[in-house]
């Protein structure tokens, strides 16, 4: 049992010695790291100043960049429609860590005026039309965007510059445009699509156009027309749109602006009652998008939902994707409407559908809005990201600074109290050889024990056969022997003849009793009808007194024979000692052929 244990012993340390091991290793791993982070960091930290000039140094030369392009852009269109008129100056400035624009007109001795606040009407109409291009390009948005009533600031004589910059700048930008205007475009631009408005309120009214189908193709982004179903003073009109620039005009007050009001409907989700046509049900607008899909609105007033937008197919169906259906009820405008036609407000600004009561956009939002929606200064807010990451680095890296070197220290110190390691493991890999030894030493210990344990059974073994060898040497001769075989074999059958002598003894016994029996019985015994069954019995007497009288000869002979072998067996007896020429063991002449019985008292005597 030592053995296991000292083996058990040693194995335990040699585990506990490797978990050490693995946790020194792991732990000069974790200070190369450590010190490769604390020097980087310090590097770091010792450039700090120059990166944070050199991000300051960017920022400012991408919003210069930037707002040059966007002043030589506006200043053009403003020029363009109202020639003589001051040129467009851009500030980009901060407020709380985000870029503000803000928006104005430069004066000839060099100051600025605020567009909204310092001018008339027409100029920041224009400047407003053009934002609102700027805006739809820039944004990730569909680029489509309709005008009600833009022109109503211009002088006439300058609306029909007003739609051309409109119009080349939407066919430079691919934007499809709708303007709502009462002025006779017809005459500016052979290049426009209009429809006319015809009828009255009162009586119903009608959308006068040509049909603009040929010019689309399925997959073209786009509005492909908008129908009106009960809506307002429309019972049901159809309003065809090409993909350039469109143009719905008429009268006022003859509901050019509701196509403006479905559409804010559609994808604004501003919807009243009121939308509904007096008498009917419900209200219906259709608006006809790629792949010869259909979106539709549909509002129904005091019925739950009391909204619905669905997309259908040319047959009608409505449309499942993926395992979504395209129908949705609320009041909300539904995610799949805005992310399929990518129509949508931008940061919280109708940047495509132009509100009529509302013409002005973006001059008087916040200076921060304006920067969002027109993405300006977007490059400089990523330079400023830059910055505050740069700052955080920074940051991380003074903390990683401090605590890493307190971390080292720790670690070093670790370290110092396992320098020992080597050390033991000399003296387990020592302690380990002597365990093998001992294993070793123990194998041939119980070996040895093996061969003792053999060589004391030898031993006994031998004592047997000398034994055995001297007696041998005292047997007569194997004559002799012979002889001696053949008189206890005679002796043997004389034994058996002898119990079948007494066998036949008994039964001539009781023989004798049964003739006693029968002497006993009257003389004259009556007449019997059938005597074969006593004369057999007769007859069996008369063999069983002979064969009596025959084993009486043969007993005699056994009797002689017996006394005769007695002799013998005295005689040898006497001549071997007393002892049994086979075993050895002490004998008389009436044992000398029991051999088990002397044999065993041999066997006991050499255990003794």
């Known amino acids: 049992m030592i053995l296991p244990s000292i083996n058990h012993d040693v194995t335990r340390a040699e585990a506990s010695l490797a978990r050490l091991e693995g946790r020194r290793d792991a732990i000069r791993t974790r200070v190369a790291e450590l010190k490769r982070e604390i020097e980087l960091a310090k590097g770091r930290l010792a450039v700090k100043d120059e990166v944070e000039a050199f991000i300051e140094t960017v920022h400012g030369s991408a919003s210069r960049r930037s707002l040059s392009a966007f002043e030589t852009l506006l200043t053009a269109l403003v020029q363009e429609v109202l020639p003589g008129e001051k040129p467009v100056a851009l500030e980009l400035s901060t407020e709380r860590g985000l870029a503000s624009l803000d928006i104005c007109v430069r004066r000839p001795d060099g100051s600025l005026e605020d567009v909204l606040e310092d001018n008339g009407g027409a100029l920041t109409n224009v400047i407003g039309m053009a934002l609102r291009l700027i805006a739809v390009v820039k944004a990730d948005v569909a680029r489509f965007l309709a005008l009600d009533e833009a022109d109503c600031w211009i002088a006439p004589d300058r609306v029909s510059s007003f739609y051309t910059v409109l119009e080349d700048g939407a066919a430079r930008l691919g934007v499809q445009c709708l303007a709502v205007s009462h002025h006779d475009l017809s005459q500016f631009s052979g290049k426009f699509h209009i429809a006319r408005i015809a009828g009255e309120p009162a009586t119903g009214v009608e959308v006068l156009s040509s049909d603009t189908s040929a010019q689309w193709d399925d997959a073209q982004p786009g ?157 400089a807010g990523y330079i400023r990201d830059m910055l505050v990451i740069h700052r955080e680095r920074c940051r991380r890296d003074n903390d990683l600074a401090r605590h890493g070197e307190r971390e080292l220290m720790g670690l070093s110190d670790t370290l110092e109290g396992l320098k020992e390691l080597e050390a033991l493991k000399v003296k387990l890999s020592a302690a380990r050889l002597k365990a093998e030894s001992i294993t070793t030493e123990a194998a041939r210990l119980e070996q040895l024990q093996r061969h003792a344990a053999q060589l004391a059974g030898v031993k006994q073994g031998l004592a047997r056969a000398e034994a055995r060898a001297r007696i041998t040497e005292k047997l007569p001769a194997g004559e002799q022997l012979a002889d001696l075989t053949r008189a206890v074999e005679r002796s043997r059958e004389r034994e058996r003849i002898g119990r079948q002598v007494v066998q036949l003894g008994r039964d001539l016994a009781r023989s004798q009793v049964r003739l006693k029996a029968l002497q006993e019985l009257p003389t004259s015994s009556p007449t019997l009808e059938n005597t074969a069954a006593a004369q057999n019995i007769l007859k069996r007497m008369n063999d069983l007194r002979s064969a009596s009288q025959i084993a009486r000869g043969r007993m005699a002979q056994v009797d002689e024979g017996l006394k005769s072998l007695q002799a013998e067996m005295a005689r040898l007896v006497e001549e071997t000692g007393g002892l049994c020429p086979t075993c050895g063991s002490p004998v008389k002449p009436e044992t000398l052929l029991d051999h088990h019985a002397h044999s065993l008292k041999a066997s006991e005597r050499l255990t003794a």
């Open 223 to 379: 509005l492909r027309f908008i129908r009106l179903v009960n809506v307002q003073a429309y019972k049901d009109a159809t309003l065809p749109l090409s993909p350039g620039v469109n143009a719905l005009i008429g009268p006022n007050n003859r509901g050019k602006s509701t196509f403006i009001r479905a559409l804010r409907a559609v994808f604004y989700g501003e919807a009243r009652d009121s939308l509904v046509r007096a008498g009917a049900k419900s209200a219906l607008v259709e608006i006809g998008v790629a792949g010869r899909r259909t979106l539709r609105f549909t509002r129904q007033p005091r019925r739950s939902p009391v909204n619905i937008w669905s997309l259908h197919e040319a047959d009608g169906s409505v449309v499942e994707e993926q395992g979504m259906r395209y129908e949705t009820g609320g009041r909300n405008v539904p995610d799949w409407v805005a992310d399929l036609i990518r129509i949508r407000k931008v940061e919280d600004l109708d940047v495509h559908i132009a509100h009529q009561k509302f013409p002005v956009f973006l001059l008087g939002e916040a200076a921060s809005r304006r920067s969002a929606v027109l993405s300006i200064g977007q490059e």
